[in-house]
C-alpha cells in the first residue's frame, strides 16, 4: 500500500521557522520525485517545491527562504524559514514518476496536508 505521510505543521510566528517531513513507502523511492503542495484557504492547490534525483525546484515566492532535501531512502523534507502570514496553507506531499509535469495533475500519490498557520 503506498502511504505518503506528512508532519511537522504547526502554528508559527512571522519570521519563524518550520521543518515537514515525508515518510513515503510502498513506491520505488528512486522511480519517484516528491513534491511539495499546499493550499490557502479559498485558493487552489498550488506547487511549492520538488525533489528529484537531488535536484531542487522551488517557486519563485518561496526562493531562499525553503529548502528541500531528502535522506535518499524514503523520507523528504521541507524547511521553511522567514515564514511570512502568506505561507499559511495546508501543505501536502506527494510523489510523481519521473518525467511527469510538476503540477497536482502530474502526481499519482497524495498524502494527507499538514496545516502551518504563520501568525502576525
Known amino acids: 500500500e503506498v502511504q505518503l505521510q506528512a508532519s511537522g505543521g504547526g502554528l508559527v510566528q512571522v519570521g519563524g521557522s518550520l521543518r515537514l517531513s515525508c515518510k513515503t513507502s510502498g513506491f520505488t523511492f528512486d522511480d519517484y520525485f516528491i513534491g511539495w503542495f499546499r493550499q490557502a484557504p479559498g485558493k487552489e492547490r498550488e506547487g511549492v517545491s520538488y525533489i528529484s534525483g537531488g535536484s531542487t525546484y522551488y517557486i519563485e515566492s518561496v526562493k531562499g527562504r525553503f529548502f528541500t532535501s531528502d535522506n535518499a531512502k524514503n523520507t523528504v523534507y521541507l524547511q521553511m524559514n522567514s515564514l511570512k502570514p502568506e505561507d499559511t496553507a495546508v501543505y501536502y506531499c506527494?510523489?510523481?514518476?519521473?518525467?511527469?509535469?510538476?503540477?497536482?495533475?502530474?502526481?499519482?500519490?497524495w498524502g494527507k496536508g499538514t496545516l502551518v498557520t504563520v501568525s502576525s
Open positions: 506527494a510523489a510523481g514518476p519521473l518525467g511527469s509535469y510538476f503540477s497536482v495533475e502530474g502526481m499519482d500519490y
